[in-house]
Every structure is written in structure tokens, then in C-alpha cells.
């Protein structure tokens, strides 16, 4: 099972709007709607942000979105801010209990 | 409140074994998928593996299938993560996190920092 394929990086700046990509197979991100989004920052656990593709835990910002198009899903941050820079990981669903997470996207807020 | 706390950080010699915890409290250990994600030193995250602790049902990445042991303890409410040969390539920081509605892994433990080093 190989990692899926996100950027490794990308920035903005505050008040825009960025997008992260994650790009899979038909294995698991094309073919579940079960691809989650973490975020880390250095030296810490990693906070979940997105589930099942587009959905917001309780407590999460709304600027925080989720999009899925084929193999490939999609977190935007909208409003950029200070506090987003940060890792990202995406994760998804892949067979018979499996999951695979992306190799990390940094975001520079700059 | 859901609290996942895992053991200490560990030193270790290369061909030692070692076992590692994360001790659940706060919801039915039973009742929720128990997973395990190691992050090398300034690498991302990898998906381990997962254990249900009401039947101990396992499922195993590929890349770590044979080399580490997920196993639980209902009568504590804690999830175990063991080798029985340490590498030198093991040393990361290894996260236990809960797997709750909707497979997202919405809880995770503090971390346990492993060196292997001999």
C-alpha cells in the first residue's frame, strides 16, 4: 500500500484561501468517502479537522473544508491565518481495515 | 472525557524487545478500534495498524506486518504495541488513537518517543 500523494509544500497568505491535494487510487481514496485530514504541529499529536471527506468534528473552524473529485480529495483553508501553519495528512480508507495517510503537506503562513 | 495515555519514552539496544502502552479512559475500551501510527524523526505519519479490544480483531499494515505485535487488555482498558527485535530503523515516535465515528481517528495519545541505538 503506497503512501498517498499530497504536496509537500504550500503557503499563503493571511486572509487567502489555499488548497491541499491527496491523490490516490481506486483502492482507497477513489473508492471509499472515507478520507480524514489531520493536523500537526511540531511536537504534537496530530488533531483531526476533516472526516469522511467534508465533515467538520465539533470544534473545528469553518474555514476548514473537504472535497473529493475521483482519486483525489481536497482540504481548503479558507481566511488563511497565522495559527494554520502547520503539517497536514491526509488519510483514507482502504480495504479490509486498512487505512494509508498521505506523506504531509507544510503550510507557510507567510 | 475521552483520554488516550501512553507509557514513557523508551532507550533501547538494537535486538531488544520492548512494549509500549496507551491506556484508554472515558468511553467503552471495548467498543472502539484501538490504532497505532509511527512518525520517524522529521518524517510523516504511517498507519501501523489497528485492534478491537472487545475481540482483539487485528488488522495489520503491510508494511508492518511481522515486524510489531498489537495486542489488548480488557480488564485494564489498554492497548499494547510490542517488538520482539528492536532495529535501529525503529526509533520514531509512536501514537495511539481511537478510531470513533465515521473511521475517523477522532482521539489520540501523547506520543512515545522510542531510540534504538546502540
Known amino acids: 500500500q503506497s503512501a498517498l500523494t499530497q504536496p509537500a509544500s504550500v503557503s499563503g497568505s493571511p486572509g487567502q484561501s489555499i488548497n491541499i491535494s491527496c491523490t490516490g487510487t481506486?483502492?482507497?481514496?477513489?473508492?471509499?468517502?472515507?478520507v480524514s485530514w489531520y493536523q500537526q504541529y511540531p511536537g504534537k499529536a496530530p488533531k483531526p479537522i476533516i472526516s469522511?471527506?467534508?465533515k467538520r468534528p465539533s470544534g473545528v473552524s469553518s474555514r476548514f473544508s473537504g472535497s473529493k473529485s475521483g482519486n483525489t480529495a481536497s482540504l481548503t483553508i479558507s481566511g488563511l491565518q497565522v495559527e494554520d501553519e502547520a503539517d497536514y495528512y491526509c488519510?483514507?480508507?482502504?480495504?479490509?481495515?486498512?487505512?494509508?495517510f498521505g506523506g504531509g503537506t507544510k503550510l507557510s503562513v507567510l | 472525557e475521552v483520554q488516550l495515555v501512553q507509557s514513557g519514552a523508551e532507550v533501547k539496544k538494537p535486538g531488544e524487545s520492548l512494549k509500549i502502552s496507551c491506556k484508554a479512559s472515558?468511553?467503552?475500551?471495548?467498543?472502539?478500534?484501538i490504532g497505532w501510527v509511527r512518525q520517524m524523526p522529521g518524517k510523516g505519519l504511517e498507519w501501523m495498524g489497528i485492534?478491537?479490544?472487545?475481540?482483539?480483531?487485528?488488522r495489520y499494515g503491510p508494511s508492518f506486518q511481522g515486524q510489531v505485535t498489537m495486542s489488548a487488555d480488557k480488564s485494564i482498558n489498554t492497548a499494547y504495541l510490542q517488538w520482539s527485535s528492536l532495529k535501529a530503523s525503529d526509533t520514531a515516535t509512536y501514537y495511539c488513537?481511537?478510531?470513533?465515528?465515521?473511521?475517523?481517528?477522532?482521539?489520540w495519545g501523547q506520543g512515545t518517543p522510542v531510540t534504538v541505538s546502540s
Open positions: 472515558g468511553y467503552d475500551f471495548t467498543s472502539d478500534w
Open positions: 485492534i478491537y479490544p472487545g475481540d482483539s480483531d487485528t
Open positions: 481506486s483502492s482507497d481514496v477513489g473508492g471509499y468517502n472515507y
Open positions: 488519510c483514507s480508507y482502504a480495504r479490509n481495515g486498512v487505512r494509508v
Open positions: 469522511d471527506v467534508n
Open positions: 488513537a481511537r478510531r470513533g465515528e465515521s473511521y475517523l481517528f477522532d482521539y
